[in-house]
């Protein structure tokens, strides 16, 4: 089993940036990924961006040039930092690892307001 805690969400003006922390905890040696999903209103989960073992990062074509994934020197904390936030950045994020399985943190918010 694998536990993923975040923080870091709130509300930001537009144009502000934010950084979320993911720090995960249990069964970690089998993590194999990691990264960060968001779900907004009316819309359907997707991926933000995700960072392999190896350190390989992938990102939504959206988010390209403004947020950036990276992993503490522990390697079970993952951050996502958020520049440049747009309104339509505003959901519920959330912190996912892949071992076996997927496992899922329990969100933060995010609202950039306009």
């Known amino acids: 089993q694998v536990q993923l805690v975040e923080s870091g969400g709130g509300l930001v003006q537009a144009g502000g940036s934010l950084r979320l922390s993911c720090v995960a905890s249990?069964?970690?040696?089998?993590?194999?990924?990691m990264g960060w999903y968001r779900h907004a209103p009316g819309e359907q989960r997707e991926l933000v961006a995700d960072?392999?073992?190896?350190?390989?990062?992938k990102y939504a074509d959206s988010v390209k040039g403004r947020f950036t994934i990276s992993r503490g020197n522990a390697k079970n904390t993952v951050y996502l930092q958020m520049n440049s936030l747009k309104p339509e950045d505003t959901a519920v994020y959330y912190c996912?690892?892949?071992?076996?399985?997927?496992?899922w943190g329990q969100g933060t918010l995010v609202t950039v307001s306009s």
């Open positions: 996912n690892a892949n071992t076996y399985r997927e496992f």
């Open positions: 249990g069964s970690i040696f089998g993590i194999t990924r």
């Open positions: 960072i392999s073992r190896d350190d390989s990062t």
